[in-house]
C-alpha cells in the first residue's frame, strides 16, 4: 500500500464532500484506490451526509430533560429540515441522547467555532506558561499547547466530546451517521442547562456523576 498523502485527501474531499479523517480512513482501507475509496465512503453513507449538511435545517423539536428531581434541567434545539423528520422516533430518541449528554458533560459550546478568541488565547497563554515552568523547550511546549488546546475543545464543545452511550463515537460522528440513516441535514442549534443552586456557595453534589449513572441504567 502505497503513502496516503494530504492531495489525496483533499482530492477525495472535493469529490465526495465527507469530512477529512473519514476521507484518509477510506484511503487507507482501499489502498489509496481513489475509485474504491468513492464507493467506501458512500456505502458508508458519508459522503451523502457530508453534503447534505450544507442544506438548511429549519423544522425539529426543542428537548427537554430533567434530572434528579429537578436538580439539573436542559433544554436543547435540534433541527432537521422537515417536519415528518422531527416527529419520527430516531430523531426524537436523538434529541433526548443529546439532552442527557448536556447535562451530564456540561459542555460549554455546541461547536469550537462558537468559543471567543479572547478565551482560546487566555488559555493558550496558561498552558504556555505551565509547560514552561515544567521545564520543556519552547518548540516542545507549544506542541504540548496545541494538544491541551484540543482538548479543551473535546472538554467544553459538545459536538466533539465523546457520546455518553458510546464513549467510542463523538457527537459529531453519532450526528453524522443519523443524517446518513435519516436522509436529511440534522444541527444542534443551541442548548441550555440550568443546575440547582449553581452559583450559590452550598456543598457540593456529583449531579453530573449521577446522570451519568442514570445513562448506564437507560
Given at each position: 500500500?502505497?503513502?496516503?498523502?494530504?492531495?489525496?485527501v483533499?482530492?477525495?474531499r472535493?469529490?465526495?464532500?465527507?469530512?477529512?479523517?473519514?476521507?484518509?480512513?477510506a484511503?487507507?482501507?482501499?489502498?489509496?484506490?481513489?475509485?474504491?475509496?468513492?464507493?467506501?465512503?458512500?456505502?458508508?453513507?458519508?459522503?451523502?451526509?457530508?453534503?447534505?449538511?450544507?442544506?438548511?435545517?429549519?423544522?425539529?423539536?426543542?428537548?427537554?430533560?430533567?434530572?434528579?428531581?429537578?436538580?439539573?434541567?436542559?433544554?436543547?434545539?435540534?433541527?432537521?429540515?422537515?417536519?415528518?423528520?422531527?416527529?419520527?422516533?430516531?430523531f426524537?430518541?436523538?434529541?433526548?441522547?443529546?439532552?442527557?449528554?448536556?447535562?451530564?458533560?456540561?459542555?460549554?459550546?455546541?461547536?469550537?467555532?462558537?468559543v471567543p478568541?479572547?478565551?482560546?488565547?487566555?488559555?493558550?497563554?496558561?498552558?504556555?506558561?505551565?509547560?514552561?515552568?515544567?521545564?520543556?523547550?519552547?518548540?516542545?511546549?507549544?506542541?504540548?499547547?496545541?494538544?491541551?488546546i484540543e482538548?479543551?475543545?473535546?472538554?467544553?464543545?459538545?459536538?466533539?466530546?465523546?457520546?455518553?452511550?458510546?464513549p467510542?463515537?463523538?457527537?459529531?460522528?453519532l450526528?453524522?451517521a443519523?443524517?446518513a440513516?435519516?436522509?436529511?441535514?440534522i444541527?444542534?442549534?443551541?442548548?441550555?442547562?440550568?443546575?440547582?443552586?449553581?452559583?450559590?456557595?452550598?456543598?457540593?453534589a456529583?449531579?453530573?456523576?449521577?446522570?451519568?449513572?442514570?445513562?448506564?441504567?437507560?
Open positions: 500500500m502505497g503513502m496516503i498523502t494530504a492531495e489525496m483533499k482530492d477525495l472535493e469529490r465526495t464532500g465527507a469530512g477529512m479523517m473519514d476521507c484518509k480512513k484511503l487507507t482501507e482501499t489502498g489509496g484506490d481513489m475509485d474504491k475509496a468513492i464507493d467506501f465512503l458512500r456505502e458508508k453513507g458519508l459522503a451523502a451526509a457530508a453534503k447534505r449538511a450544507g442544506r438548511v435545517a429549519a423544522e425539529g423539536v426543542v428537548e427537554a430533560y430533567i434530572h434528579g428531581g429537578g436538580r439539573i434541567g436542559v433544554m436543547l434545539e435540534l433541527n432537521c429540515e422537515t417536519d415528518f423528520v422531527a416527529k419520527t422516533e430516531d426524537r430518541t436523538l434529541a433526548k441522547d443529546l439532552a442527557m449528554q448536556v447535562a451530564a458533560s456540561n459542555p460549554a459550546y455546541v461547536r469550537r467555532e462558537e478568541a479572547e478565551i482560546i488565547d487566555h488559555e493558550r497563554e496558561v498552558l504556555k506558561a505551565q509547560a514552561m515552568n515544567e521545564g520543556k523547550p519552547a518548540n516542545i511546549a507549544e506542541k504540548m499547547v496545541e494538544g491541551r482538548k479543551y475543545y473535546k472538554e467544553n464543545c459538545l459536538m466533539e466530546q465523546p457520546f455518553i452511550k458510546d467510542d463515537t463523538t457527537v459529531t460522528q450526528i453524522t443519523k443524517i440513516k435519516i436522509g436529511e441535514n444541527s444542534v442549534r443551541r442548548f441550555v442547562r440550568y443546575q440547582l443552586g449553581e452559583g450559590i456557595e452550598k456543598k457540593s456529583d449531579f453530573a456523576a449521577e446522570v451519568m449513572a442514570t445513562v448506564k441504567n437507560c
